[in-house]
């Protein structure tokens, strides 16, 4: 099998594909840090779902397969969702958890009426929109992978040059305020950053995975660290690792889907977090309530034994 990956590696294509894969890991780990921290992990699944009838409506309109234009309607789609659920959160007793399970259940369902349609009409055959709900990687051409890796990049920008209003604004929005920084238009910015996210990346792991890459990285490096700078990089580090290791087994076996590799690649990521990482991780913590044992136990045994009675 690794020689086999090898011999693919020479293809061009395979690294073009390799290279968005890590592109798309990097920045959604990046983006997926403060939506993490923000307590809105949902928030990367809603519009990764919301994402597929903006697909759809594009391809309906264009009949074109065009990435840019899949980006275009997705975009869309996603504030129109992120708007959404802030509308009801706002103007209703709903919580957010409630109104992101809501809009995500409303678009995914719209999304495979649509995708049904289109796969019954004269084009369904050609057009292989259901691809976009799981992904699929190898079916992507180089145009595609430049813009993936063209947009990944200004993702990692974005959040490199906004990163102290960022950091604000996922532990204290009521001191970044009080500082005078936009809150609104910074959190609806983070929004339409993780929608990009979600577009760009569903050709390759799909729109039923897309969370995973945005979550599991984060999730992840948190077991690492304390500081939020060493997480972000983790977790960037953490997501490119997985793209890369789903794109080198998909590599070596054509049956193998490269986005759901990836998928499981940050999961093992993630378990070998939870059970290595120090301070945090299982067997740390195991290790130390070992060795407050034995130094207690030493503490106890090397005390002089009091002798009782009165003079």
């Given at each position: 099998?690794?020689?086999?990956?090898?011999?693919?590696?020479?293809?061009?294509?395979?690294?073009?594909?390799?290279?968005?894969?890590?592109?798309?890991?990097?920045?959604?780990?990046?983006?997926?840090?403060?939506?993490?921290?923000?307590?809105?992990?949902?928030?990367?699944?809603?519009?990764?779902?919301?994402?597929l009838?903006g697909?759809?409506?594009?391809?309906?309109?264009?009949?074109?397969?065009?990435i840019?234009?899949?980006?275009?309607?997705?975009?869309?789609?996603?504030?129109?969702?992120?708007?959404?659920?802030?509308?009801?959160?706002?103007?209703?007793?709903?919580?957010q958890?409630a109104?992101?399970?809501?809009?995500?259940?409303?678009f995914?369902?719209?999304?495979?009426?649509?995708?049904?349609?289109?796969?019954?009409?004269?084009?369904g055959?050609?057009?292989?929109?259901?691809?976009?709900?799981?992904?699929?990687?190898?079916g992507?051409?180089?145009?595609?992978v430049?813009?993936?890796?063209?947009?990944?990049?200004?993702?990692?920008?974005?959040?490199?040059?906004?990163?102290?209003?960022?950091?604000l604004?996922?532990?204290?929005?009521?001191?970044?305020?009080?500082?005078?920084l936009?809150?609104?238009?910074?959190?609806?910015?983070?929004?339409?950053?993780i929608?990009?996210?979600?577009?760009?990346?569903?050709?390759?792991?799909?729109?039923?995975?897309?969370a995973?890459?945005?979550?599991?990285?984060?999730?992840?490096?948190?077991?690492?660290?304390?500081?939020?700078?060493?997480?972000?990089?983790?977790?960037?580090?953490?997501?490119?690792?997985?793209?890369?290791?789903?794109?080198?087994?998909?590599?070596?076996?054509?049956?193998?889907?490269?986005?759901?590799?990836?998928v499981?690649?940050?999961?093992?990521?993630?378990?070998l977090s939870?059970?290595?990482?120090?301070?945090?991780?299982?067997?740390?913590?195991?290790?130390?309530?070992?060795?407050?044992?034995?130094?207690?136990?030493?503490?106890?045994?090397?005390?002089?034994?009091?002798?009782?009675?009165?003079?």
């Open positions: 099998m690794v020689s086999t990956a090898i011999e693919l590696l020479q293809d061009p294509n395979v690294q073009w594909i390799l290279i968005a894969s890590v592109l798309l890991g990097i920045s959604s780990g990046v983006l997926g840090s403060f939506s993490y921290l923000r307590k809105q992990s949902l928030m990367g699944d809603a519009l990764a779902h919301a994402a009838p697909v759809c409506i594009a391809f309906m309109l264009t009949g074109s397969k065009s840019l234009f899949f980006l275009i309607g997705a975009a869309v789609a996603g504030l129109i969702a992120t708007f959404g659920i802030g509308y009801i959160t706002r103007h209703s007793r709903i919580k958890d109104a992101l399970g809501i809009v995500l259940s409303v995914f369902g719209l999304g495979i009426v649509l995708l049904t349609q289109i796969q019954h009409s004269d084009s055959n050609q057009s292989g929109l259901d691809k976009f709900l799981f992904g699929q990687a190898a992507m051409v180089r145009s595609d430049i813009t993936m890796a063209i947009v990944s990049c200004l993702l990692v920008g974005a959040c490199a040059l906004l990163y102290k209003e960022f950091k604004l996922s532990f204290d929005p009521g001191f970044a305020r009080g500082l005078g936009p809150v609104a238009f910074l959190d609806q910015l983070m929004m339409f950053l929608v990009v996210a979600v577009v760009v990346g569903i050709q390759a792991v799909g729109v039923v995975l897309m995973a890459m945005l979550i599991t990285p984060a999730v992840s490096a948190r077991y690492w660290t304390e500081r939020l700078g060493v997480m972000v990089a983790l977790s960037g580090l953490f997501g490119g690792l997985s793209g890369m290791i789903g794109t080198l087994i998909s590599t070596a076996d054509d049956h193998l889907p490269t986005g759901p590799l990836s499981l690649a940050a999961t093992s990521l993630f378990v939870v059970l290595f990482a120090p301070k945090r991780g299982v067997v740390s913590k195991l290790l130390l309530r070992a060795s407050v044992k034995r130094q207690t136990k030493a503490e106890i045994q090397s005390r002089p034994v009091e002798r009782g009675g009165t003079a």
